[in-house]
């Protein structure tokens, strides 16, 4: 079984500061990871993803991500906030052999403060 | 390029009534998975459809119930409406499996009443 948990609901910085979403999964078997991320009254953008190979993997919008097997974590880090990365993100977890469902964390809401 | 396409946009409905959602998926993806976002939560994975097939499901009673058509896009009907059925449902599509992640459509809100 699999299942995704996101360390905290809520997350304010403040604009140019570092941005560290938390993000940690169990899986049986080696897992896809994702992030994602969601503005008000719209669906969700792929951020990132980690498959095989590099466990830092760079996204959009300057985002990055570092797959930790040994602490099972995937967290999603930006060095300079801007106002515009104020958005629900949601981590995922999805299997590689065996099954077809992606997992969805709760989320987290980042907060940008001038 | 065409992204995901989901329509309607809202809907409102009544207990005990029936719904069918619609998704047109990403030029080129044949896969389509559906989700059910409640305020203030993650998406919950209801089914995905590959080849007019359903190939997982989630736990989701069976008034929730799915199709793909030939030309891949597909349709969520849910019957018997509860209140607890109001969410924001997603829909998301993909080649394959969900190696290269998932093109989401913005939704339809569904509020029943």
Redesign the interface.
């Known amino acids: 079984a699999q299942s995704v948990t996101q360390l905290g609901s809520h997350v304010s910085v403040s604009e140019g500061a570092l941005v560290l979403l938390r993000c940690n999964y169990s899986s049986s078997v080696p897992p896809?990871l994702?992030w994602?991320v969601q503005y008000p009254?719209?669906?969700?953008?792929?951020l990132l993803?980690y498959?095989t190979g590099a466990t830092l993997v760079k996204g959009i919008n300057g985002f990055e991500a570092e797959f930790k097997k040994s602490e099972t974590s995937f967290h999603l880090t930006k060095p300079s906030a801007h106002m515009s990365d104020a958005a629900e993100y949601?981590c995922a977890v999805?299997p590689?052999t065996g099954?077809?469902?992606?997992?969805?964390?709760?989320?987290t809401r980042l907060f940008v403060k001038a | 390029d065409a992204g995901?396409t989901q329509s309607p946009t809202h809907l409102i409905k009544t207990r005990g009534q029936q719904v069918t959602l619609r998704c047109s998926p990403k030029s080129g993806h044949d896969t389509v998975?559906w989700?059910q976002q409640a305020l203030?939560?993650?998406?919950?994975?209801i089914f995905?459809y590959?080849e007019e097939e359903e190939?997982?499901r989630?736990n989701f009673p069976d008034r929730f119930s799915g199709h793909q058509f030939p030309n891949y896009s597909s349709e969520l009907n849910v019957n018997a409406l509860l209140l607890g059925d109001s969410a924001l449902y997603?829909c998301?599509s993909s080649l394959g499996?969900?190696?290269?992640?998932?093109?989401?459509?913005?939704?339809t809100r569904l509020t029943v009443v």
Do not use: E, H, M
């Open positions: 896809y994702f994602y009254n719209q669906g969700l953008q792929l993803k498959t949601f999805s590689n099954g077809f469902k992606t997992i969805f964390g709760a989320g | 995901v998975s989700y203030g939560q993650g998406p919950q994975f995905q590959y190939r997982q989630g997603l998301a499996g969900a190696r290269d992640g998932y093109t989401f459509g913005s939704g």
